[in-house]
């Protein structure tokens, strides 16, 4: 059968995310959240894509008009062609493909095929209403899809059950009718040499908050221009993971540690409003069991920055620290989302001027 490909830099094509566009016939998609819509009514399709291989079973996402229809998982490393045709039908649908994981694995989009008489049209834009999440698994939608263990430890599992759509993120993005782009990682605290990303030598959200390509064990690294995505909304969801391998905000809320995360945390604060003048910007944690002077510590660099700055706000979740052992599962993230987006929404419609 003969087929129509579709390249990477087709204008037919809509991203969303922080995509590393230096070759724009080989997009690599580092961040989960970040995705390719299209509108088409193929009957068949592939999509030729490279898996960048670090942990874990890598899998991309489906939806088809919004709903989440599936996902496929990926080779452990060089490029396939993956066949999405279960997804289409031969009517008119929007096709939405995602990154359901953090960077356990980066993918390079080469391209799509469809049968040769398919219609291939734009999508309709994204939300107006932009929101940017810094965040750890649990932003990231780590093991979600285990709803059998609400409030327990997490089954065991190889990334099977990692779902960014499912996020408590994405979910609330969705709630508010905004573009979201997710810079979330399992296992990041927010100094390096602390929390369980890329160890033994565990790097920070301090070092990646302004990359691309952020994973050390994936190759180069690469920064991020941040006048490509102006967000209204800033959400810090950092401070889980931080007590790994010393708790030192628990055992020493005055010593020289907890001071000089607090230092940190407030610089990232600043920075990030440096590049976002206009943005709202929410700090806060999870309800992942957590001890709670971190929070603490957050709510002291808020109430200093407040002095000055009356659109950074301190959020606690109803249980905040307290909700459970283990990841957070789609029924406990749809409560988060509805209390997050509800805290978003009381500030106001005109948060979301540009």
């Not at 995310?17 to 995705?35: L, Q």
């Not at 929007?94 to 989009?109: A, L, M």
């Not at 709510?299 to 407040?306: R, T, Y």
């Amino acid at each position: 059968m003969s087929e129509k490909i579709v390249l990477p830099s087709d204008e037919v094509l809509t991203y969303s995310g922080r995509i590393d566009f230096e070759n724009i016939d080989a997009p690599v998609f580092v961040f989960p959240c970040s995705s390719i819509r299209f509108l088409t009514d193929a009957k068949t399709g592939k999509m030729k894509v490279e898996n960048i291989h670090s942990y874990a079973e890598n899998s991309i996402g489906v939806l088809v008009d919004g709903n989440y229809r599936g996902k496929l998982i990926l080779p452990d490393e060089g490029t396939r062609e993956i066949d999405i045709s279960a997804f289409l039908d031969g009517k008119e649908h929007e096709i939405t493909i995602f990154k359901r994981q953090d960077s356990c694995h980066y993918f390079v989009f080469k391209g799509l095929s469809v049968n040769a008489d398919a219609m291939m049209k734009k999508a309709a834009p994204a939300p107006k209403r932009r929101i940017e999440v810094y965040g750890d698994s649990v932003s990231a939608g780590e093991v979600s899809e285990a709803t059998a263990f609400a409030g327990l430890a997490d089954p065991e599992h190889n990334g099977e059950y990692s779902n960014s759509f499912y996020s408590y993120s994405w979910l609330c993005a969705r709630k508010l009718n905004a573009e979201i782009h997710d810079i979330a990682q399992g296992g990041i605290a927010l100094l390096d040499e602390t929390g369980y990303f890329a160890g033994p030598d565990y790097v920070g959200m301090e070092s990646s908050y302004d990359k691309i390509r952020y994973n050390p064990q994936l190759g180069k690294l690469s920064d991020w221009d941040f006048t490509k995505y102006i967000p209204h909304v800033v959400i810090v969801a950092i401070g889980q993971n931080d007590a790994n391998p010393d708790n030192y905000m628990a055992a020493d809320y005055e010593g020289a540690k907890a001071e000089r995360w607090r230092n940190a945390y407030e610089k990232i604060i600043l920075t990030l409003r440096g590049h976002y003048p206009k943005a709202e910007i929410v700090l806060t944690t999870t309800i992942l069991n957590h001890e709670e002077n971190w929070d603490r510590a957050i709510d002291e660099v808020a109430k200093k920055l407040q002095e000055k700055d009356k659109k950074i706000h301190h959020f606690l979740y109803t249980k905040n620290g307290c909700g459970t052992h283990g990841h957070i599962r789609i029924p406990e993230a749809e409560k988060m989302a509805d209390e997050l987006s509800a805290f978003i929404n009381s500030l106001g419609e005109d948060i979301w001027k540009d």
